[in-house]
């Protein structure tokens, strides 16, 4: 039995007993741009997922715990707190007791409701009282989650809650590093768990045109206790829509002495979407040498749907003195933007660069936009003898993934002399879903005169779920 009639007779057992045979992994090039990535503020996270496992099988409250901590899991924040509530009336001395009260605050958080909202807080300031040295009061969640009620409340109409919010976003914009080190408020600066960011968050939802002053004069200390503070206050101020936002984010870009900070609040101009900031954020991609403010810098402008930012993204892809990775990354976000417009001006550029990853990232990025000008082009490359043979493979799979009319592909096969070419032809049919490609296959495998090419159109009909080629095969089998 030759070659192709044995891989044919594997191939045929693999379609029989095999229900759903996996597609092969596409050789597509990578695509490199990176994401930026910076944490959500605690404003917008819950405090704590749950309550921790029980700890105390002896403690007599031990039962009660397990079945409250059940309750609030399944979200019966009602039964939760009324259980929770139980303990420190029941068992005073219990292991759970001080903890439970926070727990009870929580389910009732959850439950909303302004009675709720109320009862939450006078636990905890009940807590305070009788449990102050409770873990959830030492950890700090305790606070966390009054400032967060206070927030609610404020919302809702409530003076003394309004007042407390106030006070404490106040309190956060002027405090010193004396004396936050000697309230013990100096949090780490990842602490997501932050009352001070709660409040903060509580007064920019009640009264944003007062949050937006006092946000200022927080990013604007320079003690050590304020840099968690500063990188969460650039989110906070970027939710505010205006031309000042704009302002004190850029200042935080040039003057903040902390990298993260400087680089979360060009992040967070992505939503701060104007003509005005992509100007600024144009500016910062010329002028500043630090990488990460550029890659961010960079996604803050793809963001913005503006002609201005798109502009800005043109202008840095055909920057020669930009480092190349920082272009390519230009190139990946342009393909995003998904317009004629842009599509014309990679292919324009393709023409022009030399730089191999660049010209990747332009087929890569073109492929995506799916339109019927650039299949054409990129079927074209393929064809290109004049090409780099790597390229024109990696444009006729694009083709291929990118929706190119199979007729074409199909008619292209016996028009391309490089057996690379063919070979790459026939992994493309494999990823398709049409008949026709099945149909080329079968006509490779049954008749291509080059017995290696033969062999490969057999293996990829073994991975196809067509319901035609387990008779094909047998037929090939049981040809004299």
């Given at each position: 039995m030759t070659i192709p009639l044995m891989l044919a007779a594997a191939a045929l057992a693999q379609t029989v007993t095999t229900a759903a045979p996996a597609r092969a992994a596409a050789p597509a090039p990578a695509v490199?741009?990176?994401?930026?990535?910076?944490?959500?503020?605690?404003?917008?996270?819950?405090?704590?997922?749950?309550?921790?496992?029980?700890?105390?099988?002896?403690?007599?409250?031990?039962?009660?715990?397990?079945?409250?901590?059940?309750?609030?899991?399944?979200?019966?924040?009602?039964?939760?707190?009324?259980?929770?509530?139980?303990?420190?009336?029941?068992?005073?001395?219990?292991?759970?007791?001080?903890?439970?009260?926070?727990?009870?605050?929580?389910?009732?958080?959850?439950?909303?409701?302004?009675?709720?909202?109320?009862?939450?807080?006078?636990?905890?300031?009940?807590?305070?009282?009788?449990?102050?040295?409770?873990?959830?009061?030492?950890?700090?969640?305790?606070?966390?989650?009054?400032?967060?009620?206070?927030?609610?409340?404020?919302?809702?109409?409530?003076?003394?809650?309004?007042?407390?919010?106030?006070?404490?976003?106040?309190?956060?914009?002027?405090?010193?590093?004396?004396?936050?080190?000697?309230?013990?408020?100096?949090?780490?600066?990842?602490?997501?768990?932050?009352?001070?960011?709660?409040?903060?968050?509580?007064?920019?939802?009640?009264?944003?045109?007062?949050?937006?002053?006092?946000?200022?004069?927080?990013?604007?200390?320079?003690?050590?206790?304020?840099?968690?503070?500063?990188?969460?206050?650039?989110?906070?101020?970027?939710?505010?829509?205006g031309s000042e936002t704009e302002t004190i984010l850029l200042d935080a870009v040039r003057n903040d002495p902390d990298p993260e900070v400087r680089e979360q609040a060009v992040f967070w101009m992505s939503q701060v979407e104007s003509d005005r900031t992509a100007v600024l954020l144009d500016s910062l991609l010329r002028s500043s040498t630090d990488r990460q403010i550029q890659e961010k810098a960079l996604f803050a402008l793809s963001q913005h749907k503006s002609a201005r930012a798109g502009e800005a993204l043109r202008g840095y892809v055909q920057r020669t003195d930009a480092p190349t990775e920082l272009r390519e990354q230009a190139i990946f976000w342009l393909g995003q933007r998904r317009s004629e417009e842009t599509a014309a001006f990679l292919r324009d550029m393709y023409a022009q660069l030399t730089d191999r990853q660049l010209r990747e990232k332009i087929i890569f990025s073109l492929s995506q936009q799916r339109s019927a000008d650039n299949a054409r082009w990129l079927l074209e490359r393929a064809r290109d003898e004049s090409e780099d043979i790597e390229l024109r493979k990696q444009a006729l799979f694009w083709a291929g993934e990118g929706g190119a009319p199979i007729a074409d592909l199909v008619a292209i096969y016996d028009r391309m002399p490089d057996r690379e070419m063919r070979e790459q032809l026939i992994f493309v049919y494999s990823q398709r879903k049409d008949a026709a490609a099945i149909d080329k296959l079968f006509a490779i495998a049954r008749s291509d005169p080059d017995k290696e090419l033969r062999t490969r159109a057999i293996f990829w009909l073994g991975q196809s779920k067509d319901p035609r080629v387990a008779q094909f095969l047998s037929d090939l089998i049981n040809e004299p």
């Amino acid at each position: 039995m030759t070659i192709p009639l044995m891989l044919a007779a594997a191939a045929l057992a693999q379609t029989v007993t095999t229900a759903a045979p996996a597609r092969a992994a596409a050789p597509a090039p990578a695509v490199t741009a990176r994401a930026a990535t910076v944490a959500t503020p605690a404003a917008a996270t819950p405090p704590r997922s749950g309550p921790p496992d029980p700890w105390a099988a002896q403690d007599p409250a031990d039962s009660l715990y397990r079945a409250a901590r059940r309750a609030l899991n399944r979200n019966d924040y009602n039964g939760a707190a009324a259980l929770f509530h139980s303990i420190p009336r029941r068992y005073a001395r219990s292991a759970y007791a001080g903890d439970a009260m926070y727990w009870e605050a929580f389910a009732l958080y959850r439950a909303g409701g302004t009675e709720n909202l109320r009862a939450a807080q006078g636990v905890l300031a009940e807590q305070q009282r009788r449990y102050a040295a409770a873990g959830t009061r030492e950890s700090g969640d305790a606070a966390t989650l009054a400032a967060r009620i206070d927030g609610e409340l404020a919302q809702r109409g409530d003076a003394e809650a309004s007042a407390r919010v106030r006070a404490t976003a106040q309190g956060t914009a002027t405090a010193t590093t004396a004396a936050s080190a000697q309230a013990g408020a100096c949090p780490d600066v990842d602490d997501d768990d932050d009352p001070r960011v709660a409040a903060l968050n509580a007064l920019l939802q009640m009264d944003a045109a007062n949050a937006l002053p006092i946000l200022k004069r927080v990013l604007a200390r320079r003690d050590a206790c304020s840099v968690g503070l500063r990188r969460k206050a650039v989110f906070l101020v970027s939710q505010k829509k205006g031309s000042e936002t704009e302002t004190i984010l850029l200042d935080a870009v040039r003057n903040d002495p902390d990298p993260e900070v400087r680089e979360q609040a060009v992040f967070w101009m992505s939503q701060v979407e104007s003509d005005r900031t992509a100007v600024l954020l144009d500016s910062l991609l010329r002028s500043s040498t630090d990488r990460q403010i550029q890659e961010k810098a960079l996604f803050a402008l793809s963001q913005h749907k503006s002609a201005r930012a798109g502009e800005a993204l043109r202008g840095y892809v055909q920057r020669t003195d930009a480092p190349t990775e920082l272009r390519e990354q230009a190139i990946f976000w342009l393909g995003q933007r998904r317009s004629e417009e842009t599509a014309a001006f990679l292919r324009d550029m393709y023409a022009q660069l030399t730089d191999r990853q660049l010209r990747e990232k332009i087929i890569f990025s073109l492929s995506q936009q799916r339109s019927a000008d650039n299949a054409r082009w990129l079927l074209e490359r393929a064809r290109d003898e004049s090409e780099d043979i790597e390229l024109r493979k990696q444009a006729l799979f694009w083709a291929g993934e990118g929706g190119a009319p199979i007729a074409d592909l199909v008619a292209i096969y016996d028009r391309m002399p490089d057996r690379e070419m063919r070979e790459q032809l026939i992994f493309v049919y494999s990823q398709r879903k049409d008949a026709a490609a099945i149909d080329k296959l079968f006509a490779i495998a049954r008749s291509d005169p080059d017995k290696e090419l033969r062999t490969r159109a057999i293996f990829w009909l073994g991975q196809s779920k067509d319901p035609r080629v387990a008779q094909f095969l047998s037929d090939l089998i049981n040809e004299p």
